[in-house]
């Protein structure tokens, strides 16, 4: 089901005003705004990416660099999972578009505040800088995307866990490290 479709005319949802999405750099067309800045490479923001901690397994840490339009970007990623219940998985992105509206900062520029019985979007801040936090209520996902300096994304993604989760793993990154990177 689409977000605000149902085939019933009643609704719970608890409609929110927000101001409208800022057209980007570029006027908003979908097209790469030119950067004057490099991409770190992946393995410099795989420092960024929490280690394993006492209940955790850590996957292998992954990460890429990535072209669009003559310009690069990179993203470094590593998924954990609980041993106590290996259904509870957490991937953590750390992603660097130089500036350009690629990846994750694409669905920034659409994130609209929405909060309904099932599932809701929010803005909030992380340490100073601004995020957006989703909640699936019935699949028990939560999900944070931080914007650092709109050049970096950390984004957070908790699987059959508790909110509780998503918290902790926030608090092990280091964001002002990576805005100074």
Known sequence: MVAGCSDSSESDAVPTTTT??????NGGDGETAPSSVS???YTELMAFLPSATANWVE??????MMASGGQQWSWAEATYTQTT??????????????GMKEGYWAIWDTATMVET???????????GYP???????????????VGIDDRFIVYIDVANGKKDILTVFSNMIDYGGIAAL
């Not at 409208?20 to 750099?25: G, I, S, Y």
């Not at 996957?59 to 890429?64: F, R, Y």
């Open 20 to 25: 409208a999405p800022q057209e980007t750099e």
């Open 39 to 41: 991409a770190v490479h």
């Open 59 to 64: 996957g292998e840490k992954t990460g890429m």
């Open 85 to 98: 219940n290996p259904d509870v998985e957490v991937t953590v992105i750390i992603q660097d578009t130089a």
């Open 117 to 127: 019985p099932e599932f809701s979007w929010k803005s909030t801040s992380v340490e």
């Open 131 to 145: 995020a957006w936090e989703f909640t699936d209520k019935i699949d028990e996902e939560y999900i944070l995307y």
